[in-house]
């Protein structure tokens, strides 16, 4: 069973940056079977949104809001993902939700998903 906490959200200024860290955390099997991580995101009443998602070989990919100001990377021996946050929008205002890919030697996939950390751009 893997389990994901985030942390490092809060309120920010549209010109200012935040950074988010996820920390995953189980048996040594799961863990070593996670082959991606990744952030979405949830404002209100909307639905929950691909962000940015990184192998464990670092391969990257955003959603086009993202692009150019977010930053995904990986801590392979911490087990940690961040979202570097640099210039958001006030419109990516949400909730941030840590994601990852637990594929099991029979091609089984899990995802599993973390509590959330909230994130507030305003002036």
């Known amino acids: 069973q893997v389990q994901l906490v985030e942390s490092g959200g809060g309120l920010v200024q549209p010109g200012g940056s935040l950074r988010l860290s996820c920390v995953a955390s189980g048996s040594i099997f799961s863990i070593g079977a996670i082959g991606a991580m990744g952030w979405y995101r949830q404002a209100p009443e909307k639905e929950r949104e691909f962000v940015a998602h990184?192998?464990?070989?670092?391969?990257?990919n955003y959603a086009d809001s993202a692009k150019g100001r977010f930053t995904i990377s990986l801590d392979n021996t911490k087990n940690t993902v961040y979202l570097q946050m640099n210039s958001p929008k006030p419109e990516q205002t949400a909730v941030y939700f840590c994601?990852?890919?637990?594929?099991?030697?029979?091609?089984?996939?899990?995802?599993?998903w973390g509590q959330g950390t909230k994130v507030t751009v305003s002036s």
């Open positions: 994601h990852a890919i637990e594929r099991s030697n029979l091609n089984n996939i899990i995802h599993h």
């Open positions: 990184i192998t464990r070989d670092g391969r990257t």
